[in-house]
Structure formats: structure tokens, C-alpha cells
């Protein structure tokens, strides 16, 4: 399967690599956990790129701004369901440790994508307009 636009933005590709993390980490957890707080986790972490996928379909600046939004409070939605599984000690130090990078980079990369949309960015190699995104 051949990569569409959105799977080549890094904002995209950041938003999977945090979906997976948090998927594989849940998958560990107890049924009661897994049921409460991990069901919760696991739909904002994949609403966040699924927003983004969406957007970029739409096909239209106005309609990929709005999923955009709505892809940014899906990135705060999982910050706050994995301040509970910490505080609830479903999360190590360790776990924490390799969550956040990721997470400190997505946020400003969503920011930065809606402020590009509907900008033209520099030319790449084969003539076509790119965002650093």
C-alpha cells in the first residue's frame, strides 16, 4: 500500500508512534483497568491521527484547520487519561519517560501544522510545495 499525503507528515507519523506506545502499554494492563481508563486512552491517542487523516481528506483548508482543532484537544484529552494512569500507578517512571518525548513534540508539530494550512511552503526537489510538519 502506497503512502497517501498525510501518511508522509510528520505530525501524522509522530501521532502513530504515540497511538502504538500507548496501545502496547494498555494491552499490558489488568481488565479493569484496560476497560476504564485504557479504553478512554486508546480512542484519544488514535483520535489524534485519525483527525489528522480526515482533515487532510476533506480537501478543503477550512475543513482540515477544524480537524486539526479537534486533533490538538484529542493530544490533550491523552495527556490528561495518562495523568490518571500514573496517578493510578498503571504507568511506570519508565513508560512515562518514553511517552513524553513524543508527546513534547507532537504538540508543537500540530500547532505548527494548523498555522501552515493554506501557506504555501518551499519548493522540495521535485518541484512540489511541502510543509516542515
Known sequence: MSASNFEKLRVYQLSEKL??????IVWTWVPFAQGTVGKQLVRAAD???ANI???VGRGTFPDTRRFVRIARGSLHETQ???RRAYRRKLLTNAQVAA???VVDELAPKLNAFLNSIGRIG??????QRS???
Open 19 to 24: 497511538a502504538d506506545a500507548v496501545w502496547d
Open 47 to 49: 483520535s489524534i491521527g
Open 53 to 55: 487523516a480526515e482533515g
Open 80 to 82: 490528561h487519561w495518562l
Open 99 to 101: 511517552l513524553k518525548p
Open 122 to 127: 518551499p519548493a522540495t526537489d521535485d518541484g
Open 131 to 133: 510543509t516542515d510538519c
